[in-house]
């Protein structure tokens, strides 16, 4: 059997008819059914789908690795024709790290908080025998000044903890690439990144790939993404093939139809909306805020307006005081100086002095469905606890309301009213806590990063609700994101904020046309396109060092 | 956000450093720790006054008339008010005098030689004391390395035939009474094959050597008695790690499953050992009086106890303010010892 594998020399990996289990309580449960995959040396493989698509899963069963409590049921992998399905555990060891590499999706969590980052690159190395620690760590400075880490023959010496997100991702790969191996196994490398994080972040990993010749399997949700790093995209929908192609060929030419509503995702698009009129009042107005955490500002003297019926994207890096705007807004971080206006009316800053009818009016959606939600409430409790504070309604009245609410939301009431969050879907769950702000029937709703943790077909779904919901109820949202492609599909005016300062703003019009400021026109041009040839054009439009983060610090 | 916040929490400490910050900690535990002592100086002189009969009706037994009760309690000032009793006795425990034992006392009284120069209670704790720290030193040097090690070979070896059968064993030994496991010891190493004497009946100036032999059975129960807590924690400690991403990658580079353990999840997992290894001593320190009465070992304990049967109050008291700082001491230690393990802070940003 194996024989055939290595027969054709350029096959590095081959996986035929895998079918993958997981275990949930006593029962085996089908993650993968009978997927197959060839790679060939230095090639890239996109693989993409939506969460619970299996692709982690495979892209670990690639180097014969099975997480606790999943199984191959069925099939076989090959690696350079070693079967690693019937090898034993320490031949398995000798490949791992050596010639089959892993990069994890958070840096932060993979790396090991006890020891310092050069230890830790060095490790596989000196284990597997390839090199004495002085080489290694010597190859380690130079594979991070190549990923053009700052102070490369430092940086090393430093643990976890102190360095920044998109730095350890860089020196993941590092690691990574510490023994030379044949393949990388990529799994969602970016996905926690910022966007201009995300860059540089991309194009270390394509320029060290492409320099030592290395074949990888990239994991991720991101077609604009996979199409700057793969040769070939293979796209999984809950654990089957949908189809494989070459990339451009996928991009331009997607045959499936369920590969082309994915491509459609990004054509969502609001009307633009008649300019404000001159002199109306605003419903919320935040004028020269300045807060602080304990002794450090966080914001620095913020304004901006938000009118009736209107949505305003905050846009920002994390740790750009989005959502420390929104505590202020909401009164559960009082402003040091400044003041906050609700149709035109001064609001108390902390929210235990506003009363319920101002307090009704502000209502939150936040990021994480799973813990803003309580576990134990049933949907019809979690909605009908703020009918019963605010409008006073009880018994058969309340029941009434909420299942109008549920209705708006577009879940059935007979279906879903006496289920608890854990048997709901994210998309689901989202448009729970969306029913549960407009519970209070407020004018204005905070939505704090409402559809990053969803897949995008579900993403989709919640921004089209969200935009109904607004026509219907003539609602105003602060929206706060990082995502430009969300901010492009429903905001009618744009609030770019950096460390703690508003850069930018204006209607969307205007801030999606040049001139722009230069951080915006920063963030603008690291949002990945659907364009194979994105990232080589941008690389050479603006040179290494003025994407990403190198760019941000040129600017302060 | 909350990155900003522990940002923000790491900057706010920079400019004091670790060291400082720890320092802070001790000097707070330690106002706290003499705090507690006082209340447990209150809490036990109350509660050896509730006891029914005092020191005087103790020591003479059914026979007494009232005049002998009379006099010896007028001699030993119990037929004072017990608030100034108390008062009393905290004002020489604060300047270092923690009084004269009552039985000493009286026994002088009795030869007539009361010159007025009596055994303090300090000069009597203080040998018995040592003992009792040598022996949890004893104890401790055996139990703790014997349990990590268990602990993390169970983590390795989880779920096998040698992870259930030490988990059955040191179940037993912990389930089972001290003097059970003391006498089963004697029975093995002392009578059916003579390798250790099984009385430690140690004096002052016995040669290291000897002193070690006699206090190796009673230490060897008492590792029996404090390893399960231990190595279990070891073992949950790690094995809660095992799941973590930074493991899953040390696997995926290929690294050894023993090295795995002991380089990746060990430092990890330090700060709830430590706690539990400090919980453990703490017992070796104030709780052993069953395995000094089987091995007629002069400890601590068993002063402690003679002490409350006869009402000796000053004794007692003495004897419990050493447990409780024995207690408040090991406690800080372990904070301390998991705050520095915990390389965020040892190395801030």
Same mark, same amino acid.
């Given at each position: 059997m194996e024989t055939d594998a290595s027969k054709h020399d350029d096959v590095l990996v081959e996986m035929k008819g895998i079918w993958m289990e997981g275990r949930s309580d006593e029962d085996w449960h089908p993650i993968i059914n009978g997927v197959d995959l060839k790679l060939r040396q230095g090639e890239v493989l996109g693989l993409i789908g939506e969460s619970g698509a299996g692709k982690s899963t495979l892209g670990l069963a690639a180097m014969g690795f099975c997480r606790d409590?999943? &199984?191959?049921?069925k099939g076989s992998v090959h690696f350079d024709g070693i079967d690693l399905l019937s090898a034993s555990s320490e031949d398995k060891r000798k490949l791992l790290g050596k010639r089959i590499a892993y990069v994890a999706q958070s840096a932060a969590a993979s790396f090991n908080p006890a020891h310092r980052l050069i230890d830790q690159h060095t490790e596989a190395p000196i284990q597997h025998g390839i090199m004495t620690k002085a080489e290694s760590e010597a190859d380690g400075m130079e594979l991070y000044r190549k990923l053009r880490l700052p102070n490369p023959d430092e940086?090393?010496? &430093?643990?976890?903890?102190?360095?920044?997100g998109g730095q350890l991702q860089r020196a993941m790969t590092a690691m990574a690439m510490a023994c030379r191996p044949d393949l990388i196994i990529f799994d969602e490398p970016t996905t926690a990144l910022d966007v201009t994080t995300q860059i540089e972040v991309l194009a270390s990993i394509r320029q060290i790939v492409e320099e030592f010749n290395t074949a990888a399997i990239y994991i991720t949700h991101d077609l604009a993404v996979v199409a700057q790093m793969a040769d070939t995209i293979k796209v999984l929908l809950k654990g089957d093939e949908v189809e494989e192609a070459e990339t451009r060929e996928m991009l331009s030419n997607p045959t499936q139809a369920y590969t082309k509503s994915l491509w459609a995702v990004r054509e969502f698009q609001r009307p633009a909306k008649p300019a404000v009129l001159t002199g109306a009042t605003p419903v919320i107005s935040v004028q020269n805020v300045t807060a602080a955490y304990g002794k450090i500002d966080v914001l620095h003297d913020i304004s901006f307006d938000i009118h009736q019926g209107r949505t305003v994207a905050v846009v920002g890096e994390s740790g750009s005081g989005k959502s420390t705007a929104a505590r202020c807004i909401t009164g559960l971080l009082p402003p040091r100086i400044g003041q906050v206006e609700l149709d035109g009316a001064s609001l108390p800053l902390d929210y235990r002095k506003r009363d319920r009818s101002q307090l009704q009016k502000i209502q939150m959606i936040y990021q994480m469905a799973d813990t803003a939600l309580n576990p134990r409430q049933t949907v019809g409790d979690i909605i009908g606890r703020p009918v019963e504070f605010y409008t006073g309604l009880t018994g058969k009245a309340r029941r009434k309301r909420v299942e109008e609410l549920m209705d708006q939301i577009e879940l059935p009431a007979d279906q879903f009213i006496d289920r608890l969050p854990s048997e709901m879907s994210g998309g689901q769950k989202q448009r729970v806590g969306i029913a549960r702000s407009l519970a209070a029937e407020p004018n204005f709703i905070v939505c704090d990063e409402v559809t990053s943790a969803l897949d995008q077909l579900v993403a989709e779904g919640i921004l089209r609700l969200l935009a109904d919901l607004q026509d219907k109820l003539n609602l105003s949202y602060m929206f706060i994101t990082h995502d430009l492609a969300t901010v492009k599909s429903i905001a009618d005016e744009v609030v770019v904020m950096k460390d703690g300062c508003v850069v930018e703003q204006g209607p969307k019009a205007e801030m999606f046309t040049p001139p722009h400021h230069a951080y915006t026109d920063l963030l603008l041009s690291s949002v990945p396109e659907m364009d194979p040839d994105w990232l080589t054009n941008l690389l050479q439009e603006r040179g290494v060092d003025n994407i990403g983060d190198a760019a941000v610090g040129k600017m302060t | 956000m909350g990155e900003a916040a522990a940002n923000l929490i790491l900057h706010e400490k920079k400019p004091t450093g670790i060291l400082d910050s720890v320092l802070k900690i001790i000097a707070q535990r330690l106002a706290l720790g003499l705090l507690t002592l006082f209340i447990v100086s209150i809490v036990i002189f109350a509660a050896v006054n509730l006891l029914p009969g005092d020191f005087a009706q103790a020591i003479l037994g059914q026979g007494a008339t009232p005049e002998a009760v009379e006099a010896i309690r007028t001699d030993l000032g119990l037929d004072q008010h017990p608030v100034k009793r108390y008062m009393q006795w905290l004002g020489g425990a604060l300047q270092g005098d923690l009084g004269s034992s009552f039985a000493q006392a009286n026994f002088a009284s009795f030869v007539g030689e009361d010159s007025g120069v009596r055994t303090s209670v300090a000069q009597q704790i203080a040998p018995r004391f040592a003992n009792t720290m040598f022996l949890a030193g004893v104890t401790a040097a055996i139990a703790v390395p014997f349990a990590v090690t268990l602990g993390i070979l169970a983590a390795l070896y989880r779920n096998s035939i040698f992870d259930r059968a030490t988990n059955i064993l040191t179940l037993s030994s912990i389930s089972s009474p001290e003097f059970f496991l003391a006498y089963v010891l004697i029975l093995f190493l002392a009578v059916l094959n003579p390798w250790l004497p099984s009385l430690s009946n140690i004096y002052d100036g016995m040669a290291f050597s000897d002193r070690l032999e006699k206090t190796l059975l009673p230490a060897l129960t008492l590792t029996l008695v404090v390893t399960a807590h231990m190595m279990r924690m070891t073992r949950a400690a790690i094995i809660n790690l095992l799941a973590s991403p930074y493991i899953e990658m040390a696997r995926l580079k290929g690294i050894n499953p023993m090295r795995v353990i002991v380089k990746h999840a060990l430092p990890n997992a330090l700060a709830p050992i430590i706690n539990v290894v400090a919980l453990n001593l703490a017992y070796l320190i104030t709780g052993v009086v069953v395995v000094e009465v089987v091995f007629v070992y002069p400890g601590i304990g068993q002063l402690f106890v003679d002490s409350v049967k006869i009402r000796d109050i000053p004794v007692v008291q003495a004897c419990c303010l050493i447990f409780a700082a024995a207690y408040i001491l090991l406690n800080l230690t372990a904070d301390i010892l998991s705050i520095v393990s915990n390389p965020r802070l040892r190395h801030p940003k």
């Amino acid at each position: 059997m194996e024989t055939d594998a290595s027969k054709h020399d350029d096959v590095l990996v081959e996986m035929k008819g895998i079918w993958m289990e997981g275990r949930s309580d006593e029962d085996w449960h089908p993650i993968i059914n009978g997927v197959d995959l060839k790679l060939r040396q230095g090639e890239v493989l996109g693989l993409i789908g939506e969460s619970g698509a299996g692709k982690s899963t495979l892209g670990l069963a690639a180097m014969g690795f099975c997480r606790d409590g999943v &199984r191959i049921s069925k099939g076989s992998v090959h690696f350079d024709g070693i079967d690693l399905l019937s090898a034993s555990s320490e031949d398995k060891r000798k490949l791992l790290g050596k010639r089959i590499a892993y990069v994890a999706q958070s840096a932060a969590a993979s790396f090991n908080p006890a020891h310092r980052l050069i230890d830790q690159h060095t490790e596989a190395p000196i284990q597997h025998g390839i090199m004495t620690k002085a080489e290694s760590e010597a190859d380690g400075m130079e594979l991070y000044r190549k990923l053009r880490l700052p102070n490369p023959d430092e940086i090393g010496f &430093r643990y976890p903890h102190q360095v920044s997100g998109g730095q350890l991702q860089r020196a993941m790969t590092a690691m990574a690439m510490a023994c030379r191996p044949d393949l990388i196994i990529f799994d969602e490398p970016t996905t926690a990144l910022d966007v201009t994080t995300q860059i540089e972040v991309l194009a270390s990993i394509r320029q060290i790939v492409e320099e030592f010749n290395t074949a990888a399997i990239y994991i991720t949700h991101d077609l604009a993404v996979v199409a700057q790093m793969a040769d070939t995209i293979k796209v999984l929908l809950k654990g089957d093939e949908v189809e494989e192609a070459e990339t451009r060929e996928m991009l331009s030419n997607p045959t499936q139809a369920y590969t082309k509503s994915l491509w459609a995702v990004r054509e969502f698009q609001r009307p633009a909306k008649p300019a404000v009129l001159t002199g109306a009042t605003p419903v919320i107005s935040v004028q020269n805020v300045t807060a602080a955490y304990g002794k450090i500002d966080v914001l620095h003297d913020i304004s901006f307006d938000i009118h009736q019926g209107r949505t305003v994207a905050v846009v920002g890096e994390s740790g750009s005081g989005k959502s420390t705007a929104a505590r202020c807004i909401t009164g559960l971080l009082p402003p040091r100086i400044g003041q906050v206006e609700l149709d035109g009316a001064s609001l108390p800053l902390d929210y235990r002095k506003r009363d319920r009818s101002q307090l009704q009016k502000i209502q939150m959606i936040y990021q994480m469905a799973d813990t803003a939600l309580n576990p134990r409430q049933t949907v019809g409790d979690i909605i009908g606890r703020p009918v019963e504070f605010y409008t006073g309604l009880t018994g058969k009245a309340r029941r009434k309301r909420v299942e109008e609410l549920m209705d708006q939301i577009e879940l059935p009431a007979d279906q879903f009213i006496d289920r608890l969050p854990s048997e709901m879907s994210g998309g689901q769950k989202q448009r729970v806590g969306i029913a549960r702000s407009l519970a209070a029937e407020p004018n204005f709703i905070v939505c704090d990063e409402v559809t990053s943790a969803l897949d995008q077909l579900v993403a989709e779904g919640i921004l089209r609700l969200l935009a109904d919901l607004q026509d219907k109820l003539n609602l105003s949202y602060m929206f706060i994101t990082h995502d430009l492609a969300t901010v492009k599909s429903i905001a009618d005016e744009v609030v770019v904020m950096k460390d703690g300062c508003v850069v930018e703003q204006g209607p969307k019009a205007e801030m999606f046309t040049p001139p722009h400021h230069a951080y915006t026109d920063l963030l603008l041009s690291s949002v990945p396109e659907m364009d194979p040839d994105w990232l080589t054009n941008l690389l050479q439009e603006r040179g290494v060092d003025n994407i990403g983060d190198a760019a941000v610090g040129k600017m302060t | 956000m909350g990155e900003a916040a522990a940002n923000l929490i790491l900057h706010e400490k920079k400019p004091t450093g670790i060291l400082d910050s720890v320092l802070k900690i001790i000097a707070q535990r330690l106002a706290l720790g003499l705090l507690t002592l006082f209340i447990v100086s209150i809490v036990i002189f109350a509660a050896v006054n509730l006891l029914p009969g005092d020191f005087a009706q103790a020591i003479l037994g059914q026979g007494a008339t009232p005049e002998a009760v009379e006099a010896i309690r007028t001699d030993l000032g119990l037929d004072q008010h017990p608030v100034k009793r108390y008062m009393q006795w905290l004002g020489g425990a604060l300047q270092g005098d923690l009084g004269s034992s009552f039985a000493q006392a009286n026994f002088a009284s009795f030869v007539g030689e009361d010159s007025g120069v009596r055994t303090s209670v300090a000069q009597q704790i203080a040998p018995r004391f040592a003992n009792t720290m040598f022996l949890a030193g004893v104890t401790a040097a055996i139990a703790v390395p014997f349990a990590v090690t268990l602990g993390i070979l169970a983590a390795l070896y989880r779920n096998s035939i040698f992870d259930r059968a030490t988990n059955i064993l040191t179940l037993s030994s912990i389930s089972s009474p001290e003097f059970f496991l003391a006498y089963v010891l004697i029975l093995f190493l002392a009578v059916l094959n003579p390798w250790l004497p099984s009385l430690s009946n140690i004096y002052d100036g016995m040669a290291f050597s000897d002193r070690l032999e006699k206090t190796l059975l009673p230490a060897l129960t008492l590792t029996l008695v404090v390893t399960a807590h231990m190595m279990r924690m070891t073992r949950a400690a790690i094995i809660n790690l095992l799941a973590s991403p930074y493991i899953e990658m040390a696997r995926l580079k290929g690294i050894n499953p023993m090295r795995v353990i002991v380089k990746h999840a060990l430092p990890n997992a330090l700060a709830p050992i430590i706690n539990v290894v400090a919980l453990n001593l703490a017992y070796l320190i104030t709780g052993v009086v069953v395995v000094e009465v089987v091995f007629v070992y002069p400890g601590i304990g068993q002063l402690f106890v003679d002490s409350v049967k006869i009402r000796d109050i000053p004794v007692v008291q003495a004897c419990c303010l050493i447990f409780a700082a024995a207690y408040i001491l090991l406690n800080l230690t372990a904070d301390i010892l998991s705050i520095v393990s915990n390389p965020r802070l040892r190395h801030p940003k």
